[in-house]
């Protein structure tokens, strides 16, 4: 499964040219939060557009995990990456 985060502090957004891309309304932040990480056009927007997609404070990227996880996105400071769901006992 691929997984579009972002790679550097920030925060995630696209560039006009990205939502546009994706057929959305330019709102002048590049806002996209109600799309799913792993939107198989959003995946495609990244991977076709590279760093035309990314936003003011973005640095777009896909990750490839495995099909099947649930996983969350984790960030700092705007940069994210991908962990897995696990249980946790207290």
């Known amino acids: 499964?691929?997984?579009?985060?972002?790679?550097?502090?920030?925060?995630?957004?696209?560039s006009q040219e990205?939502?546009?891309?994706?057929g959305l309304d330019?709102?002048?932040?590049?806002?996209?939060?109600?799309?799913?990480?792993?939107?198989?056009?959003l995946v495609q927007c990244v991977e076709s557009l590279g760093v035309r997609a990314d936003g003011r404070y973005a640095q777009l990227g896909v990750v490839v995990i495995p099909d099947g996880i649930e996983y969350f996105i984790q960030e700092h400071h705007g940069r994210e990456w991908i962990a897995e769901v696990h249980r946790v006992w207290d």
């Open 26 to 41: 330019w709102d002048g932040f590049g806002s996209c939060y109600d799309l799913s990480r792993n939107d198989p056009k």
């Open 1 to 14: 499964m691929k997984v579009v985060i972002n790679r550097r502090e920030g925060g995630f957004g696209l």
């Open 18 to 22: 990205g939502m546009e891309f994706l």
